[in-house]
C-alpha cells in the first residue's frame, strides 16, 4: 500500500456542471469548515480538502476509499448525480496539479485559482483536517503550479476585455494614480472593467447614464461617484479613461465632441474604451493627437490571440505537470520504506559514534588531530558501506510498490514499523512529517 | 595610453550593448538588464580612467579637437543614462541609449586623429571654458538621449494606436513614462546648455572683446537654445506626446546639423576655428 493509491477525488466543474448545479454545493468559510470537520470524522477517512470556487467544487479525500468523497456533494443535491467526476491515485494527484496551474480553469492560465487552492489547503489545515498527506500533496500542487508559471508563457497577456482594458490604459498612462475613470452607461461589463482600473490606482470612478437611478445604484456598488448625463461633455474634459457601454443605436462620443473636449482638455490624453454593440463612440476620434480610442472588436480580438498563445503553451505545461506528478508519486512511494531505513541508519550512526569515542579514550592520546578524525572516518565508512545495499533494495522495493520487504527489514533489524497507510484519522500533531529524509528527488 | 584603456571602455560599453538589446529582445531575462547596467557603469569608470590619462598627456588641449569632444561627449551621455536609470528604472532606453554612445565612440578610436591645437593661448585656460565645455556637451548628450526618447514614444504610440499590441507593445515603456523622461530631459538640458551659452558669450568677451560676433557659431546656438526654450514654453500650453515627441527630435536633428556643417566648412569661416576653438560645435 502508499500514499498516492489511498487519494480520491470527487468533483464538479464548469466543465461538467452548470451553475444551476454548482451554486447548490458550492461553500465557503464556517459552513466549509463544519462540512471539512464532519467529513473527516466518518470512518475510513484520514485526510479532508475542499476547493470551492465559484467554477468548481472538488472534494480531496485521503482514505480509503472516494465513497464519502461522492456522499459529500450526493447528500447536499440530488442533481449532482451525473455531474461529478472521480478520480484515485495519481489521476487525482493530476487533476489537483493541472487545477492549481490553471490548466483545468475556464480561462486557461488566470491567476486567481493558485490562491484559491491555497485558501482551500489553509482552511482545511485550519480545522486539522490536512495532515502530512494533504499537506505535501499541496505544497507539491503549489510548486508545480509556480514551475509552470515560470517555465512557460501559460500566464502571459490578457485573458480577458477587462484584462486587455487595464494593460492598454497601462501603456498609455503608466499607472493610473491621480487619474479619473469615467463610465458612461451601466452595463455589467464596464463595472468590471472600472473595478480592474481601479486596481491600477485610479482614485476617481464617475458613473453617469441616461436614467440616474441605474447610474447611482451601479455608483453605490463599485464605489463611484454618480454624475449627470447632461454633463457628459464637462465630464469628458475631467475623464482620463472614458469606458463607454450604453444601449444608444448610435454614437455617443462624436469626433467633434473628443475635439472639444481634448481642446478644453489642453491636449491631455485621454483613452477610449467602446464596449457597445452598435459602437458608441466614432473611431474617427482616434484622428486627433494623444485620443486613443478602442471598440470591443480590438480588444475581444487580443483576447483570442492570447487564448491561442496559451492553448499552445499548455502543452508544455501538461508535460511539467506529468514529470511533478510522477516525481510526487515516486517520492510518496519511496516512503513508505523510509522510517525502516532512517531508523536503522539512526541506530548504526549511533553505534559507530560510540565505538569510535571508546577507541579514542583508549589510544586518543597517541594521536594527533589527523588520526582522531581517520578513526571517526573509518566508522562512518563502515556504516555506510554496509547499509548501502539495504537502503537501494529497500528504496526499489517500495518503489515498485511491495511493502513486504520494509515490514521484514524492519522485523529482521528490531526497528520500528513501516509507516502505515491511514486506518484512522491522521492529524497533523500525530503525523510528523519525514520530509527531512523525502526532498523530491528530480 | 589613454587611447588604450579607452578602446578597453568601449569593450565594456559593447558588453552593456549586447545586455540590453537581449534584455530588450528576451525581457524575461530581468538579469540581463542589471548585467547592462553594471557593465556600463564600469565602462563609464574605465572611460572616466582614459580621459584623466588624457588630460595628462595632452594636458587638457583634447578637448578643443573634434575627437576630444566627441569622446567627452559620450562620456556624459553614459553617466547621464545611469542617472536616467536610477532614478527611472526603464532598462529598455539602454537598449536605445547604449548603442548610440558606442557608435559616437567607434571613431574616435580608429578614426579621428587627435586633431587639437599644438599650442593653446593663456586667454582661455580659465574655469569659465572648463564649465563651457562640460555644460555645452552634457546639454548635448541630454537633448541626444531626449530625442531617443522620443523615438521610443512614437514607436510606441504607434503600436498603441494602431492596436498592434505585440512584441514592441509590451517592451517598451508607457507612453506616460516616455512623454515625462522626454520633457525632463530637455528641461534638464536647457538649463544646462544656457549655463553653456553664458559662459560662451563670457569667453567671447574675454577673447574677442565682444560678447556677440555673429560668429556662425554663436548664431546656431542662440536658434538650438531658442529652440529648446520654446519647446519648455510650450509644454505648459499643452503641446505633449506627438507633437512634443517630433519636436524634441527635429531640434536634435538642427544640433546634430549645425555640428556637422560648422565642422565642415572653411577654417575661415568660423572666427574662432583659429584661436578659439573650444567653441567647436
New interface residues.
Given amino acids: 500500500m502508499n500514499g498516492v493509491r489511498e487519494l480520491h477525488l470527487v468533483g464538479l466543474s464548469h466543465k461538467s456542471a452548470p451553475v444551476a448545479v454548482r451554486e447548490k454545493v458550492a461553500l465557503g468559510g464556517e459552513d466549509l469548515k463544519g462540512a471539512l470537520a464532519a467529513l473527516a470524522d466518518r470512518p475510513g477517512v484520514g485526510e479532508v480538502m475542499v476547493v470551492s470556487t465559484c467554477n468548481r467544487v472538488e472534494c480531496y479525500v485521503y482514505g480509503e476509499s472516494l465513497e464519502e468523497a461522492r456522499h459529500f456533494f450526493l447528500a447536499r443535491t440530488g442533481d449532482a448525480k451525473g455531474h461529478l467526476y472521480e478520480r484515485s491515485g495519481r489521476e487525482a494527484v493530476r487533476h489537483l496539479f493541472r487545477v492549481a496551474a490553471s490548466l483545468d480553469s475556464m480561462v486557461v492560465g488566470e491567476p486567481q485559482i493558485l490562491g484559491q487552492v491555497k485558501e482551500a489547503y489553509g482552511l482545511a489545515a485550519s480545522v486539522q483536517t490536512a495532515g502530512a498527506f494533504v499537506s505535501r500533496l499541496c505544497n507539491r500542487a503549489f510548486a508545480t503550479a509556480k514551475r509552470v508559471r515560470s517555465e512557460t508563457e501559460i500566464a502571459r497577456g490578457a485573458g480577458s476585455v477587462s484584462q486587455v482594458a487595464v494593460e492598454l490604459v497601462e501603456k498609455i498612462f503608466g499607472n493610473l494614480k491621480g487619474r479619473a475613470v469615467l463610465l458612461v452607461g451601466a452595463g455589467k461589463m464596464g463595472a468590471l472593467s472600472a473595478k480592474a482600473l481601479r486596481d491600477l490606482g485610479a482614485d476617481r470612478i464617475l458613473v453617469t447614464n441616461r436614467s440616474p437611478e441605474r447610474s447611482r445604484a451601479l455608483a453605490a456598488e463599485i464605489g463611484a461617484v454618480s454624475e449627470p448625463w447632461e454633463g457628459l461633455t464637462s465630464l469628458l474634459v475631467l475623464a482620463d479613461v472614458v469606458i463607454v457601454s450604453t444601449g444608444a443605436p448610435s454614437f455617443v462620443i462624436t469626433r467633434e465632441l473628443a475635439a472639444q473636449a481634448m481642446k478644453a482638455r489642453r491636449g491631455r490624453s485621454v483613452c477610449f474604451i467602446d464596449l457597445a454593440v452598435p459602437r458608441n463612440v466614432d473611431p474617427a476620434c482616434a484622428e486627433q493627437d494623444n485620443v486613443y480610442a478602442y471598440d470591443i472588436d480590438d480588444l475581444q480580438k487580443v483576447v483570442s490571440q492570447t487564448h491561442a498563445a496559451r492553448a499552445e503553451e499548455a502543452i508544455r505545461a501538461e508535460a511539467i505537470v506529468e514529470a511533478e506528478v510522477m516525481a510526487f508519486a515516486q517520492e510518496r512511494e519511496t516512503r513508505a520504506a523510509l522510517p525502516v531505513l532512517a531508523e536503522l541508519r539512526r541506530r548504526a550512526e549511533q553505534i559507530a559514534r560510540a565505538e569510535a569515542e571508546r577507541t579514542l579514550a583508549h589510544v586518543g592520546g597517541k594521536l594527533d588531530e589527523k588520526g582522531r578524525r581517520s578513526v571517526e572516518a573509518m566508522a562512518q565508512a563502515i556504516v555506510n558501506k554496509l547499509l548501502h545495499g539495504p537502503t537501494a533494495r529497500l528504496k526499489e522495493a517500495a518503489a515498485s510498490g511491495d511493502s513486504d520487504l520494509p515490514g521484514a527489514a524492519a522485523e529482521l533489524f528490531g526497528v520500528g514499523e513501516a509507516e502505515a497507510p491511514p486506518r484512522a484519522r491522521t492529524r497533523p500533531h500525530d503525523a510528523p512529517d519525514a520530509d527531512v529524509h523525502t526532498e523530491p528527488h528530480r | 595610453m589613454s587611447l588604450l584603456v579607452l578602446r578597453f571602455a568601449a569593450l565594456f560599453y559593447a558588453g552593456a550593448v549586447t545586455a540590453y538589446v537581449l534584455h530588450f529582445a528576451r525581457p524575461r531575462h530581468a538579469a540581463l538588464a542589471t548585467v547592462g547596467q553594471w557593465l556600463l557603469g564600469i565602462a563609464f569608470v574605465v572611460q572616466a580612467v582614459a580621459i584623466g590619462l588624457g588630460c595628462k598627456e595632452y594636458g587638457g588641449a583634447e578637448f578643443f579637437g573634434l575627437r576630444g569632444g566627441l569622446v567627452f561627449m559620450t562620456w556624459l551621455a553614459a553617466g547621464a543614462s545611469l542617472v536616467v536609470q536610477r532614478l527611472y528604472r526603464i532598462p529598455a532606453i539602454g537598449a536605445f541609449v547604449t548603442p548610440l554612445i558606442l557608435v559616437v565612440l567607434l571613431p574616435t578610436l580608429f578614426l579621428v586623429k587627435p586633431d587639437f591645437p599644438e599650442v593653446l593661448p593663456e586667454a582661455v585656460r580659465r574655469p569659465m571654458l572648463t564649465i563651457h565645455i562640460v555644460t555645452a556637451l552634457l546639454g548635448v548628450a541630454l537633448f541626444a538621449i531626449a530625442s531617443l526618447v522620443a523615438v521610443m514614444y512614437l514607436l510606441?504610440e504607434r503600436e498603441?494606436?494602431g492596436?498592434r499590441?505585440g512584441a514592441l507593445?509590451s517592451r517598451l515603456?508607457?507612453?506616460?513614462?516616455l512623454d515625462q523622461l522626454n520633457q525632463r530631459l530637455v528641461r534638464v538640458g536647457f538649463v544646462v546648455y544656457t549655463v553653456a551659452l553664458l559662459t560662451g558669450s563670457g569667453m567671447a568677451k574675454v577673447v574677442w572683446k565682444s560678447a556677440w560676433q555673429w560668429d556662425p557659431q554663436q548664431i546656431s546656438s542662440l536658434v538650438i537654445w531658442m529652440l529648446y526654450g520654446v519647446m519648455v514654453q510650450l509644454r505648459h500650453?499643452?503641446?505633449?506626446?506627438?507633437?512634443f515627441a517630433m519636436l524634441t527630435i527635429v531640434a536634435f536633428g538642427l544640433v546634430v546639423g549645425s555640428m556637422v556643417t560648422l565642422n565642415v566648412l572653411p577654417e575661415g569661416m568660423t572666427r574662432h576655428g583659429g584661436d578659439f576653438s573650444g567653441e567647436r560645435k
Avoid at chain 2, 173 to 177: D, I, M, N, Q, V
Fill in positions: 510606441q498603441v494606436k492596436k499590441f507593445f515603456p508607457s507612453l506616460a513614462a500650453t499643452g503641446w505633449h506626446g506627438r507633437r
